[in-house]
């Protein structure tokens, strides 16, 4: 029998990407990496781990933030390429810009407009501004 793990296509880094997906309402709230240490961690702490490509390292969801997403369910899309985490989201906020979700901008026309509101200030979360906040 094999690990579980080699079912998993990853990509020439080792990654394969991850959707973390809201288990109650089912809205996407973040797409992010994963390495095969993060997916082996997710399943074996119920809580999920990314590999973070901007800080070169593995990384908790909500080690600084105190967002941690619990996963009630991992899923392997039929190419094996791309795990879907069905999460419960601690405090409501998944994204670094203090947002419920990632997915708070949406096309009109030729101009991104954000959609969602900012649920707690980003300087309160990580003591610093958030990066790519989408506030114009």
């Given at each position: 029998m094999s690990d579980w793990l080699d079912e998993?296509?990853?990509?020439?880094?080792?990654?394969?990407?991850?959707?973390?997906?809201?288990?109650?309402?089912?809205?996407?709230?973040?797409?992010?990496w994963m390495n095969r240490e993060a997916l082996a961690r997710t399943a074996s702490t119920g809580e999920a781990h990314y590999w973070s490509r901007s800080r070169?390292?593995?990384?908790?969801?909500?080690?600084?933030?105190?967002?941690?997403?619990?996963?009630?369910?991992?899923?392997?899309?039929?190419d094996g390429d791309v795990i879907l985490l069905a999460v419960e989201q601690a405090g409501g906020i998944a994204c670094h810009t203090g947002?419920?979700?990632?997915?708070?901008?949406?096309?009109?026309g030729e101009v991104w407009e954000s959609t969602e509101p900012v649920l707690q200030d980003p300087a309160r979360i990580y003591g610093k501004p958030a990066t790519n906040s989408g506030v114009a």
């Open positions: 998993v296509k990853w990509d020439a880094a080792g990654l394969v990407p991850a959707i973390a997906q809201d288990v109650h309402s089912g809205r996407v709230l973040m797409v992010a070169g390292r593995p990384w908790h969801k909500g080690e600084e933030s105190g967002h941690v997403q619990r996963v009630r369910e991992l899923r392997l899309d039929c947002r419920e979700h990632c997915f708070f901008r949406r096309l009109r």
